[in-house]
């Protein structure tokens, strides 16, 4: 009879061998010497598929968080875990475009050793080869990580146009790892994440909340719904409300996200030095198309040399780091910047109105957010709210 680990060696010569490719780290993994016995040949056997193109991009960095925890979290451990998030997964070039998904839930791998790691991606697409330099130096020195998904150190790195973010196979998207709400129900600044029904001063009419959220002013007044501010909703079920209390649909899986109109987050102590802390959010920035809208640090000497990003909580992230690192604000200006940075967490929002959150906790409310010109707002933003007042596109 063929042995378990003759089949297992097999295997993992067919997967190098498809691959084509050293940094395969199925070997690494098997030959880890922790755990209990055999424990790390079934987990080798597993990570196999993780690399495989129809495989979760996620699951690979669940995979990595078990090979420290599960096998002794030694040194060949924690190797063979690295290798697994810098590992190439395997796409198919002739299907979606030869999209090279890569993690967008920023709570993986959790794993504090295996964070602030980038992986590779086909040469094909990394034609300059700068995704391949960043992983590798990422590895030799991890990134910055706080609340920042695999795909979102690759976008802060200018690197988000080559790869495509992948929701967790449960489901959680990027925006709502960062936010904490893991039931479907997102709640703009200090709002509620256990899915009763109250965000901020908002009052719920039913604590059967299903992951409805609502905006600033919106008004009416139906059950199974969550207000913001002053207003209610009549919308039932997985809709979100704009500020004029307008329906405009699902905008994350599980649930929908709402932006709130900002508290200030000022006590009356800060001081921001060199710097104002406010954010923009305005299309066609580095040399993205114009319909493309992204977050930027508004204050050229706060921005320095941060890259534009599609999710803002990089931006917010980086802004905070910069009153200390070179704005030379005092501690009140921090820890107001941190705590706006939570709004804009909670709020889970991606448009103009994020930025003027942001803004307002900062003390800055009606501050320019497209001060090259152009449109305030990302153009399906816009086509959605004439639609909503009537008009046809």
Do not use: H, W
């Not at 001060?371 to 816009?382: C, F, L, M, V, W």
């Amino acid at each position: 009879m063929v042995s378990k680990v003759f089949l297992l060696s097999a295997v993992v010569a067919y997967v190098e061998a498809r691959f084509g490719q050293e940094q395969v780290p199925i070997s690494a993994i098997s030959a880890v010497q922790g755990g209990n016995p055999g424990e790390a040949a079934t987990i080798a056997g597993g990570a196999i598929s993780d690399l495989l193109g129809a495989a979760n991009a996620c699951d690979k960095l669940a995979t990595a968080d078990k090979i420290f925890t599960q096998l002794g979290g030694g040194a060949d451990a924690l190797a063979a875990a690295m290798g697994m998030v810098t590992a190439e997964k395997n796409t198919n070039p002739f299907a979606n475009g030869n999209a090279q998904n890569v993690c967008g839930d920023a709570s993986l791998p959790a794993t504090a050793e295996l964070r602030g790691i980038t992986p590779l991606i086909d040469p094909d697409v990394d034609v300059d080869g700068k995704v391949a330099a960043l992983s590798k130096s990422s590895a030799a020195s991890p990134l910055d990580a706080t609340n920042m998904s695999v795909f979102d150190l690759l976008d802060q790195a200018g690197l988000g146009s080559l790869v495509a973010s992948q929701a967790n196979a449960g489901g959680a998207t990027a925006a709502a790892s960062t936010s904490g709400n893991a039931n479907g129900n997102a709640n703009a600044a200090s709002g509620n994440s256990s899915n009763n029904g109250t965000a901020t001063t908002g009052n719920a009419s039913n604590s059967n909340n299903n992951g409805n959220a609502n905006q600033a002013s919106g008004s009416s007044s139906s059950s199974s719904s969550a207000s913001q501010a002053s207003g209610n909703s009549n919308n039932n079920n997985n809709n979100a409300n704009d500020a004029s209390g307008d329906a405009s649909g699902s905008t994350a899986t599980g649930g929908n996200t709402a932006a709130a109109t900002g508290a200030s987050t000022l006590t009356g102590g800060e001081d921001f030095g060199k710097c104002t802390p406010t954010m923009i959010f305005e299309g066609g920035q580095g040399n993205r198309p114009a319909t493309e809208f992204t977050f930027q640090i508004a204050d050229p000497v706060a921005r320095g040399g941060q890259q534009e990003a599609l999710n803002p909580n990089i931006i917010t992230n980086a802004l905070c780091n910069q009153l200390t690192n070179v704005c030379d604000a005092n501690a009140a200006a921090v820890t107001a910047c941190e705590a706006a940075k939570a709004q804009v967490s909670a709020a889970g929002t991606k448009d103009k109105s994020t930025a003027d959150l942001f803004n307002t906790a900062m003390g800055f409310a009606g501050a320019v957010t497209n001060p090259d010109g152009g449109p305030a707002d990302a153009p399906a933003k816009a086509a959605n709210r004439m639609m909503r007042r009537g008009l046809r596109l």
